[in-house]
């Protein structure tokens, strides 16, 4: 009964989300490059009356495709950031907050196999998810990625990202680099 509620209530209150969020911010949507194959792009959201930020990661793997972590709105401009970066193929929800604009993504991008943070699956049932993410890489970019379940806050549930090549960790709220002698290690 909890989770229908729980379901139901997060559907309405995402729906009076949207609402109040700008359609479009030219300005703060264009993908910036932060490393090697890796891409940000903020865009404004206002939440519940409370003016946020909101920020997305574009990793490209090794094959060329893209891996879209924490998907923000979706507009012309972005979406054809996104195609001179590379094809999409995955979408990740990283935890149970962000996941407002997954509908999105996969609406423009139907073949890309989409990945979320347990406890997700049941709180956006209207949502279809190829795999629900933990400790273990899928095997589709466990060659170029490691990750982790951080188990620390139950109602987040992030899933917190490290990107090989670039020595890059990232999650939802920080990028963090590595020196290149780190390498080493």
Request: aromatic content about 12%; glycine content about 2%.
């Amino acid at each position: 009964m909890y989770r229908r509620f729980e379901s139901h209530f997060s559907t309405r209150l995402m729906e009076f989300a949207l609402a109040c969020t700008p359609d479009n911010d030219p300005v703060s949507q264009m993908l910036h490059s932060i490393a090697d194959d890796i891409w940000v792009a903020e865009q404004p959201l206002r939440y519940l009356g409370v003016a946020l930020t909101t920020r997305m990661t574009i990793v490209r793997l090794a094959d060329g495709i893209l891996m879209v972590h924490s998907p923000i709105r979706l507009t012309d401009e972005l979406r054809s950031a996104a195609a001179s970066a590379g094809r999409v193929r995955f979408i990740v929800a990283p935890n149970r907050f962000h996941h407002l604009f997954v509908p999105d993504w996969q609406q423009a991008y139907p073949d890309a196999q989409t990945f979320c943070a347990p406890g997700l699956d049941t709180k956006r049932a209207d949502l279809k998810f190829t795999a629900i993410l933990g400790d273990d890489p899928p095997t589709v970019w466990a060659n170029e990625m490691d990750q982790a379940f951080m188990r620390a806050f139950p109602p987040l549930n992030e899933i917190v990202f490290f990107h090989r090549k670039s020595l890059t960790q990232y999650s939802i709220h920080r990028l963090r680099f590595w020196p290149s002698d780190a390498r080493a290690a």
